[in-house]
């Protein structure tokens, strides 16, 4: 493959696509699969084929669509005599509705009337896409649907025109920082290995995407694994590595599968492998299946698992810069940084650092979920207001409830109270405010969250999920799982709630990674901004949420009290 | 002597060895791939018994140590048989302030199964998740390997009462 037939491809797949009269996307990412859209796509291409409109119109599957809530989410892109093309997004789709949509829409020309979604609403209005780019518009699972959209051309540009170093530069310039939740800038990184000595270098893509709430990552690598190969072959010729590995978590499937089509595609097309786009430059990419650890996204425990070791983590330095993978200089990002690397190259850094805040540029996707009208997953420039994503975006919180706490960075975040409502999401000011950036899950959470009940939730996942290398974090979590316990079942006293913040102290400083050096900061966070409703544990043994009964049942099962009617 | 590792199969003629013995092939015995190895063991067998962690371990040329101490690290294997169907609730914090803690309490008093554990009768298996990061759709539940979102207690118990009442 050479430039000049990957534009072939291109024009070819896009003279195809033009001479559509419709394009019917349904989005085929977890959340509507879950709701069916396997039956709804079937039912559309059964419609067609029926109609005899196979010529004309095209049923796919896409990325996610964004708002799983309304789901089975089906797109319709019509173009119109004088070329225009017109999109319609249809909620709540079944088999049935899917049928109605072929007649009217389809076969008719007339959009329905109802059950569309309007796009100029906030919830699409106010986001600006550049990594869910690809989601909705190819069909993750056709390599030419994708190149028509632009993939790898990002690729061809830096093989064909850039010296690695350009390429750094190009990174620094865009202001990128790590997405998985540090914010370490990128560019900074890929200069460390570029530099660093080293018989052969490697590069991982980090997408054991292991805090719960959070699916940005499985949506980019279910909507559009291309862009997510690309940025890493990219980072493979800037950083001097030709080996490359994705290290995705088990309880992926989807995810799984659609990355081995994608790399087989990539494969075929010599896209990846050896001679990339006739050059001298050789990229493979490897599966590593994780296998439920969450300690793995740390990444020395995430080397040790990729090694086919228990997945434990190593005092850093050195860094997997210096000494990662087998000792070689490896490079690390998660799959929304390394999705954030073709547009760096194709519009520039300058134009990338053109979005966002001062410290923090570009984009971030966040997973809205728990008690918020739209759930789904957006993506808006850095330095987008809390309240705008939670109420504009979001819709607020159903049901007529008052909202409580949004709560960021998974096991190792806190919770916003509403007083920080207004805060513009960037990653020094999440942890100004004792909370952290995190993956992007962003959970919501209403008057009927018991904040203490909470905090007990994300103690137990820590304990559970401590790999027990280091004491403070084995022995720790569980003493603070077990006090905060205690004052679940209002049993607590005063003394107790010291005692946690000491240990939050301890914990913090001198665990061995970040698993248990962030485990204490959902305590830390809710007894910071909800000390109030641990005092009425204590003092008056009662749940101002009315989540903790006082029995002693075990914190899961308790959580059913916690539900909303 | 036998080439690399069990490539003589196993002793016990087993055919599910043979297609094991492929899987090591395709990763050229190679010990770091002890994860990829246990995942393919796990979906032939259904779980690891002690028979074929042995089985692992002399064809990657591990203690048979490492091969336990990896197998009981990471929390999707499972050294005990599971049932003929498994109902895992999503745990994650989505599906738990929507609730998942009220469906997996359902499915707890209706089997008289603790979360972890399988019926009597060997038909169901009650698993926790992590997270299936299906989060915008909670709370969820994977039936066998299906994915369904927005579950109701009365939801999840209808759909696993037709696996105990069938044979």
């Known amino acids: 493959m050479n430039g000049e037939e990957l534009q072939e491809i291109v024009e070819r797949e896009g003279a195809r696509q033009a001479a559509l009269r419709h394009r019917v996307g349904v989005c085929a990412a977890a959340g509507c699969l879950s709701l069916g859209s396997e039956q709804v796509k079937a039912a559309l291409v059964r419609g067609v084929e029926e109609a005899h409109l196979g010529a ?337 975006i979001g819709g607020g919180i159903p049901g007529g409830k008052a909202f409580k706490a949004a709560q960021t960075g998974g096991p190792s975040g806190g919770c916003i109270p509403a007083q920080h409502l207004d805060l513009p999401v960037d990653y020094e000011s999440l942890v100004q405010v004792g909370s952290f950036m995190g993956s992007g899950g962003l959970i919501i959470m209403d008057e009927t969250s018991c904040m203490v009940d909470v905090a007990a939730y994300f103690m137990e996942f820590c304990r559970d999920e401590s790999c027990g290398k280091c004491v403070p974090c084995r022995a720790g979590t569980v003493q603070m799982h077990a006090l905060l316990q205690k004052l679940t079942r209002f049993e607590g006293s005063e003394a107790d709630l010291a005692q946690l913040e000491e240990l939050a102290e301890l914990l913090k400083a001198t665990s061995l990674c970040g698993l248990g050096q962030g485990a204490p900061n959902p305590v830390v966070s809710t007894l910071r901004y909800f000390r109030d409703e641990y005092l009425a544990h204590v003092r008056e043994r009662r749940c101002p949420a009315g989540v903790c009964k006082g029995a002693a049942p075990p914190v899961l099962a308790a959580a059913g009290a916690g539900v909303a009617p | 002597m036998s080439a690399p590792g069990g490539s003589t199969g196993h002793p016990s003629g087993d055919k599910r060895f043979k297609m094991l013995d492929a899987a090591l092939r395709r990763q050229q015995y190679q010990s770091d791939a002890l994860l990829e190895i246990l995942h393919a063991a796990q979906e032939l067998f259904g779980f690891l018994s002690d028979d074929v962690l042995t089985y692992v371990g002399r064809s990657l040329k591990l203690p048979l140590s490492r091969v336990y101490g990896v197998a009981t690290f990471y929390n999707l294997f499972t050294l005990k048989p599971k049932g003929a169907h498994t109902c895992t609730v999503c745990m994650g914090t989505a599906c738990y302030v929507k609730g998942a803690g009220d469906l997996l309490a359902g499915l707890e008093s209706a089997h008289g199964v603790k979360a972890g554990q399988t019926t009597a009768d060997d038909q169901l298996s009650v698993v926790v998740a992590r997270c299936v990061g299906a989060c915008g759709v909670a709370p969820a539940v994977v039936f066998d390997l299906e994915l369904a979102g927005q579950q109701t207690r009365a939801s999840v118990l209808e759909r696993v009462k037709g696996w105990r009442a069938s044979p």
């Not at chain 1, 600006?128 to 390599?143: A, F, N, T």
């Not at chain 1, 987008?384 to 504009?392: A, G, N, V």
């Open chain 1, 56 to 392: 004309e119109v095209e049923v796919f599957g896409t990325g996610c669509l964004g708002l799983c809530e309304a789901g089975t989410l089906v797109q319709v892109e019509s173009r119109q005599p004088d070329g225009h093309v017109c999109r319609c997004l249809y909620e709540r789709v079944d088999a049935a509705r899917a049928a109605t949509v072929v007649r009217q829409h389809l076969v008719g020309g007339t959009p329905l009337a109802e059950g569309q979604l309007q796009l100029t609403d906030p919830f699409f209005a106010l986001q600006h896409k550049v990594v869910l780019q690809g989601s909705g518009v190819s069909d993750p699972e056709r390599l030419e649907s994708c190149l028509a959209a632009g993939a790898y051309q990002a690729l061809q540009k830096v093989l064909t025109e850039l010296r690695p170093a350009d390429v750094i530069a190009e990174l620094t310039a865009s202001g990128l920082r790590g997405r998985g939740g540090g914010g370490y800038p990128a560019g900074l990184k890929w200069s460390t290995v570029h530099k660093a000595s080293g018989p052969r270098k490697i590069v991982i893509c980090n997408a054991d995407e292991g805090d719960p709430g959070a699916f940005m990552d499985r949506s980019v690598l279910e909507g559009d694994p291309h862009r997510v190969l690309e940025g890493m072959a990219i980072a493979g010729y800037a950083v001097g590595a030709e080996q490359g590995y994705v290290y995705v978590r088990g309880e992926y499937p989807l995810a799984i599968s659609r990355l081995k089509t994608a790399l087989k595609q990539a494969e075929r097309l010599q896209l990846l492998g050896h001679r990339i786009f006739e050059t001298g430059f050789n990229f493979r990419i490897d599966l590593r299946i994780g296998a439920g650890a969450f300690v793995c996204g740390e990444e020395t425990a995430l080397i040790a698992s990729v090694e086919g070791r228990r997945g434990t983590p190593r005092p850093r330095p050195p860094y997997p810069a210096v000494s990662g993978l087998w000792g070689l200089p490896t490079l690390i990002n998660n799959v929304e940084t390394f999705a954030n690397v073709p547009e760096v190259i194709r519009g520039g850094g300058q134009a990338f650092a053109a979005v966002g805040t001062e410290r923090s540029k570009g984009t971030k996707v966040f997973a809205l979920a728990g008690k918020i009208s739209r759930t789904g997953l957006i993506e808006v420039p850095m330095g987008t207001p809390l309240r705008q994503i939670i109420f504009d």
